[in-house]
């Protein structure tokens, strides 16, 4: 069974940094795409970034581009994302998703799709 269990999120004031945390299991940890997401209540979830350290691909969301590092751990299973110089906007609950390739760009254009795998999400509120 696949698992993936976010942690890390809380509170922070802008300006700061936060890292994020996703520790999987269940499949072949460098054989699927990890990506994070955030939503807002009300608002359409959107991609923050992906990457598979296999196969050295990574990208971001514009809105994070040069603020957010994420990366992998294959020896540990787990994803994080390194949250620096966060702005208000970042508050949101940030979720770890893993899939295949094909599923995980899929998700990054319709990120509102039921696919892939999901963890239950970290809250992560920006104080000003």
């Known amino acids: 069974e696949v698992q993936l269990v976010e942690s890390g999120g809380g509170l922070v004031q802008a300006g700061g940094s936060l890292r994020l945390s996703c520790a999987a299991s269940?499949?072949?940890?460098?054989?699927?795409?990890i990506c994070w997401f955030r939503q807002v209540p009300g608002k359409e979830r959107e991609g923050v970034s992906c990457t598979n350290s296999k196969k050295q691909i990574t990208f971001y969301a514009d809105s994070v581009k040069g603020r957010f590092t994420t990366s992998t751990d294959n020896a540990e299973s787990a994803g994080y994302l390194q949250m620096n110089r966060v702005k208000s906007d970042d508050t949101a609950t940030y979720y770890c998703a893993a899939g295949p390739k094909d599923t995980m760009f899929r998700l990054w254009v319709f990120p509102h799709e039921d696919k892939g795998y999901w963890g239950q999400g970290t809250l992560v509120i920006v104080s000003a």
């Open positions: 269940g499949f072949t940890f460098d054989s699927y795409f």
